[in-house]
């Protein structure tokens, strides 16, 4: 044989038998055309007839009374919701420690210093019964995000914010269509947020929401979305100029991200059935592999319908998970950790946070594997990444 052709041989022995990403986006179907239909309209800018079909969409799904406003991530609806606290330096916010780090970093912008609370080894939520032990003078809110689309114990926190004069926000990136006692996430802090990133439910890239459940903050809420103007008022016709007249920013996405993003909201019952059916199959399978092996799935409280957002194993040992990881690359299938520990990041530790501050966070971060989980995950290619943990020697 000709080096060449032994080359080939050999690079073809090699190459992985599969190509399965962790995450990637597919089209509902309509988004081509909506894009269309907004470049022909002639305005692309934001706050446009997309951006309103998607608030008002996203405010039936949630139910009556709620104002939802479109924003450029959930990051920035985020921030909103700082500057709407009016939060001064020194106030405290308690939020997991097992999170993105845009759910400490907005509040930080303000200058205010996040408290991290350990997590529940079950459904990976903050844990409950550990916020009141955190709350001082200082402490003005607490951030509510649920895991996964399964939610946080409600009734609990609601409780611990009204006796402690607290406001609740929810960082519900992952759990839009998810309820708790069926109540939709998204309703119960005074402010909620959404992200619309590419690797969530539903998308259009780069987008978030901020949705106000108080109404007394939804005028300022236009006005910081609106670079701290009352152009709102302005563009409907209630005042003849509009100025400056408070702190603000430029949170509206354009129109050919609202574009596509209806699309997918449209489409939200489809594309929820097919992630339960993926979330259902994942955990079909891999129930008693998991008992037998140690392994931990997700648990889902009966008080909870989750919104079917990531599918996730808890292997006994951080060791058996690179293998795994590196099994399952060598098969050609991306499996991905999570979140690492906020109190133990460079940033964490700047504003007070130490190690051993949430051990079952600290724990949890490096055994954690996501699995593979997007809209057009087929079938076939879902049953070989269940095979192939299947046939993984822990
Ligand atoms: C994805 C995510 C965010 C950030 O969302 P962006 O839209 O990318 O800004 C915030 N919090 C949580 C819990 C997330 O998963």
Known sequence: MSAQITDAVTMSAQRPPYQIPFNRTALAGAEPD??????????????????????????????????????????????MSALLLNLQPGDEVIMPSFTFVSTANAFALRSAVPRFVDIRPDTLNLDETKIESLIGPQTRAVVAVHYGGVACEMDTIERIAFRHSLDVIEDNAHGLLGAYRGKPLGTFGRMATLSFHATKNFTCGEGGALIVNDSDLIDRAEIIREKGTDRASFFRGEIDKYTWVDLGSSYPPSEILAAFLFAQLEAHEAIQSIRRGIWQRYDDALRDWATANG????????????????????????????????????????????????????????????????????????????????????ESDQHAVIGSILDFRL
Not at 57 to 63: H, K, P, Q, R
Request: hydrophobic residues 35%; negative net charge; proline residues 6%.
């Open 34 to 79: 909506n894009i269309a239909a907004a470049i022909k309209a002639g305005q692309i800018v934001g706050n446009g007839e997309y951006g309103r079909r998607c608030e008002q969409l996203i405010e039936s799904l949630i139910g009556d009374g709620r104002r939802v406003m479109l924003t450029t991530s959930c990051t920035h609806a985020l921030e």
């Open 295 to 378: 392994v931990r799935l997700p648990t889902v409280p009966d008080s909870c319908e989750q919104a079917y957002h990531l599918y996730w194993i808890l292997l006994p040992e951080p060791e058996q998970r690179t293998r795994l990881v590196e099994h399952l690359r060598s098969l050609g299938i991306v499996a991905v950790f999570h979140y690492l520990p906020l109190n133990l990041s460079p940033m964490g530790r700047c504003l007070g946070s130490k190690e051993g501050d949430c051990p079952v966070t600290e724990s949890v971060a490096d055994r954690l594997l996501r699995l593979p989980f997007y809209n057009d995950l087929s």
